[in-house]
């Protein structure tokens, strides 16, 4: 019972790898919104398979449809249903698997925690259940533009050990999407893919970071003392398959310097906004944002599924060797990018909407946060 | 409104720096559990203030009252209280900050949000809202421990650039409180101690990272999809103060591998259990437990409050410059040790009761995990 | 955002009268129950128009899809995901009501509250949405049944002044599905047809009571001092279009008896049970269930939409006037009796996995209703 | 764990008969809200034991503390603790009841479901779990009134089979506030007093009916469907001790009139707000306020306590008698009437921030409630 997230912009992701359909339920999505099933679509075409040479060859279109919440191209305030239909679905890939464990997959753990799984292409823990996330997460994304012309741009910032170095202050989306790693460093990028494709034909897999970026972020947001904004980002990104670390500003490397290095000093700028000349705390302060871009990292694992003969055991125990079939990306990387972006507008959304419920309804009460940009 | 942590053992915690005191509430907690004040005290006792030379000089017995929830000694599955009154309150110390931005703290945000605050000693904001967790978190230890034996051990891992090894499989809680800074290898832990006094004196502050491992935890704890084991703990750790990072497993280090190097191999062990050979996994795959240990990783900051001077700004905007006079820690790290045990206490603890719930209800729906320790 | 019902055993429905469809997203069913879609028929069935010439002329067949989390015809513990398509949909039929409020529906306050709405056939605050709750419901009777022999069964016990005997220690299924009024008294349940097929040829409409009685509920379900069972019974069924009120056991009429006359007293009986003698309670004493028949009743209001001419306005508020066109039920209450049952059904079992979560962990704090009849 | 209500505006509850004391934790109060503990006061004041001589006599001031949230008379939108001492115990005057059932209490089911229960004075099921509502309600009330002037007036309506006739619309707290069983109707109200004081003499008990009218409430709230707006009063009412019945508007009465008699006709006023001529509806359609004033009643049972021998079993299962030596009220009618307005208050508060949240938060997205008056 833990897939639903979110608090008031609450979503309700459904569906297996193989079976019906994927999707999602909004549930709280403010009424009177414009929103077409395209918006939506240009989100998923970024997260599908088959998009490239570097990624599964599964084709799916992923083509979504608007089953519910939308009338005459406008958001009605009632729950909102897209449906993804499964449709390039080869369960008997998967046959040998219904009986043997793949090697840190979740086949073992659905098994030792339901009893019974449904074990055609991983089911329920495939990645293709990030399909209603990211379909929610355009709807988030376009809230969050209109509200306050956020901006949020993810890309991948290291494959393996190649490190890019990105302006996290000017990085685009254009940029990011000009070629198939979605790394906006040109060159870096060349390599990346280099690698991944050595990588695939060495029958293995690899990892690495991806970063992401919120600018425009409203100040204020953020559920002091269990909800601040960073953990609901860190729980959003750690839910998603294959990631293992997650960082919110300077991060694990803040803790190499000292108090005296890492405090961000205040200023006030040109326009008589409270700004910090430094940004080591990554756009958060005590759990809410301060106005400064959000700017946060998250590690995957290299792919799980590896062509490579693998020692494991069967459902029953008996050891036996494993090498996978299924279609498959080397690197997940270049899709987990739409995918974090998604994560993290899902939660400045829900947070935009807890914010204002609390601190918004009285005038006087507010923080000033609403009348200008100003502490 | 983010003040209350967990879905089945939840807690609400309340309380400021200075004002009646701070404490938690507890709804949910199983019935007929043996429990004591003095139980929970020694917990707090490990978190408070001024209890070493390395700590805060803050004065605070931190002496805990059980309210309501506790009937002769037992607990009555009802509303769990408990309260610690605040003693040792320096308003004064704080007056200066009453109009002006400590930088990297939460002040400013806090004015942001809510448009006002008890500016006392950071109020909500202040460390000292951690006793409520800690409370709750000795609670959910003892039923831990005595549904499976779990065993959860955290200790201060990294100050700085000084490195511990230690062995998560065999470090015990004695082995981390024989020293003051909670480093369980002893020569490294005199050089952390060496390190945090000179910070000290050189009104400067220092950050670090934590580790935390739990055993024997059962096979089938965690929700996919969105509160997977990992992604919960996430979020718990990253809601404590001055927390940056977090990484479960082999983390950001193992996007650095290769897939065919990453990957768990199965096997089955002389008792007939289905283990790991290698748990780069962190004891979770797929958001699940699967019985290994679970072992993480927290990033926290250099402290926020120095002695030395610093640019910053008043509440109107006002360039000034600041210097802390009010009592700190020259370095988190030694008391964010019982933290780190408690969140992840109240984390595991919540998803047993949540796994026995939907997974546990009829025999023949369980999972094995429950009849053995196999999948 | 309030189309989420459950804690635990959780749903999520979703779509209009007229769209894509309708349907439910289930969060926490336990795994490994056989499961069907046409188990869900069966329940869909009693709740769909046109099954009689009693109820609306609008022609569903209701043909469900589980889309979901069933594997071969057992649930995997993953979301289950029910669709029935819209088919027989007319929008021109409700034209006039784009513009114009219908008397006691929820064209006025959707647009108060929305600013917009999904006009055709009600939208979503069509009795359609119920489709949903009642293929939910259908699930959570069988986890039940297959729990404890949990029976529960609705009938409508009074229309208009029309008010029926019915002894709810012995009322069956069959006897109350033996009629389209489902009455389980046969003489009554014809007067009642007359009334109803009178009334619609008045172009009126009328109300009533259903009863409804759960039986063999497990003792300690509910959970005080909020959640107590007779508080999530009456949200259940006071959601549901058209209700305007609730009682359990002795209800408003209870109120007119002494404390002496009202007390149940306790007995032992002949197995070494505790019961009541009389059950004033209704089965619930102290928010929580004791082994007694669950008995509950709720007051449905004559139906908003009638043929006659009505005054209203438009809506920007001039004067007008409207005769419905659509097609709809002279009486809601024969199509009440499964959705009653479903809301019945959905609480019931979320509170047997919220009861089994807390008190049931060990064996040695749970309450002796696990191993016995016995309190 | 059933003990928080609310979604937005959450409040946790604590506390038993017997102990350290009873009180709340509010989550998620605006911030920069004027409050002191005599506000709180006052409405504890209208609940509290011993206030008139047909009451119970125990002896309890229920003299409230604020220990956190409140600075210097502000809210900060930090949780709210609100503590009330208890003093006058008598655990002596319980100790039959250690092991003596009491009918129609909850002694048994607690029992039943957590195996276990503090039977000083009824423990957690006692009312006096109420004051922690009663505070938060206070708080709620101050919030409504001051967004929009909302006057939440309840009174007693029926003791027994003496039924006042009251004006909802022009009722007030002083008139309600000007006798001792909170009846309005002066001449009704003597009789009630009569009879609650000849029933204490016959060491029996009475219940009835208090209605409530909620006016000035704004246009909008409400989240269909299952947080309906009647749905969430229901429940709220329903978790209220000693509560079997609740009714909105025309309520089982309305289920006597046929449509063209219940439906409300809509129309125009003279400031051109769009108005229903009549109000069977409550002030609540399709699950939402639409402006009207919000009626309902709530039937309270006679009080479970009386002084006459009762036939009852132990524990154990043995049969014996009892006889209630413990202070009690006759009637718990002139003390629910503060419970119930604080229910009120809270579900009205919790859905005025959940509409903002939703519909608000875009002027071009938002209902035209929040600019004026009018649908």
New interface residues.
């Given amino acids: ?5 979110g ?4 979503i ?5 790898s193989h ?5 999602v ?1 909004i ?7 414009e929103l077409s099933a395209q918006e939506i679509q240009k989100e998923l075409d970024r997260r599908r398979p088959g998009q490239s040479k570097i990624t599964t060859p599964r084709k799916e279109t992923d083509t979504c ?5 939308v ?1 005459q191209n ?1 958001t ?6 897209i ?1 993804v239909p499964n449709k390039d679905t080869r369960p008997q890939d998967y046959q040998d698997m219904a009986a043997t ?1 793949r ?16 074990w ?1 292409g991983g ?3 495939s990645a293709r ?1 990030t399909i209603g996330r990211v379909a929610a997460g355009a709807i988030a994304k376009k ?1 969050l533009a ?2 306050a012309n956020v901006e949020i741009v993810g890309y991948v910032k ?1 494959i ?2 190649l490190e890019a170095v990105v302006d996290a202050n000017t990085v685009t989306e254009e940029k990011v999407e000009s070629n198939m790693v979605r790394c906006p460093h040109q060159e870096c990028a060349q390599q990346m893919i280099d690698l991944i494709e050595q ?1 695939r034909r060495e029958k ?6 991806v970063e992401c970026v919120a600018r425009n972020v409203p ?10 904004l ?10 998603l398959p294959a ?10 490397s ?15 700028d040109d326009n ?1 906004n ?1 700004r ?2 430094s940004n ?3 756009g ?8 400064e871009n959000i700017l946060l990292r998250a ?8 062509g ?1 003969a ?4 069967t ?1 029953t ?3 036996t060797e494993l090498s996978a079939k299924g279609r498959h990306d080397p690197c997940v990387l270049p899709r987990a990018v739409p995918m974090v972006e998604a994560m993290v507008a899902l939660v400045l959304c829900d947070h ?11 005038p ?6 609403t009348e200008s940009n ?2």
Same sequence: chains 1, 2, 3, 4.
């Fill in positions: 019972m833990g897939s639903i997230f608090e008031l912009f609450r309700s992701t459904f569906g297996e079976g019906g359909g994927v999707g339920v549930d709280g999505c403010p009424p009177r919104l449809q608007i089953l519910s919440g009338f406008q009605t305030g009632t729950p909102i249903t449906l464990y090697p840190s997959h979740a086949d073992a753990t659905y098994d030792a925690k339901y009893g019974y799984r449904n055609q089911g329920r823990s259940e809230i209109q509200f290291r393996k050990d990588t293995d897999s690899i990892g690495g970071v100040k204020g947001l953020g559920e002091p003392v269990f909800d601040k960073e953990a609901d980002l860190a729980k959003a990104v750690m839910s990631s293992k670390g997650f960082e919110i500003g300077s991060g694990f803040g803790t190499l310097l000292k108090g005296s290095e890492h405090n961000d000093p205040f200023y006030t008589g409270i910090t000349r080591y705390s990554g958060v302060q005590g759990g809410i944002s301060n106005g590690a995957f694992k290299p792919t799980s599924t590896i490579q693998q020692e494991t055991v459902s125990g008996e050891a935009l909407l807890r914010d204002r419920a609390q601190c918004h309804i009285f006087e009460t507010a923080g000033e946060s100003k502490f």
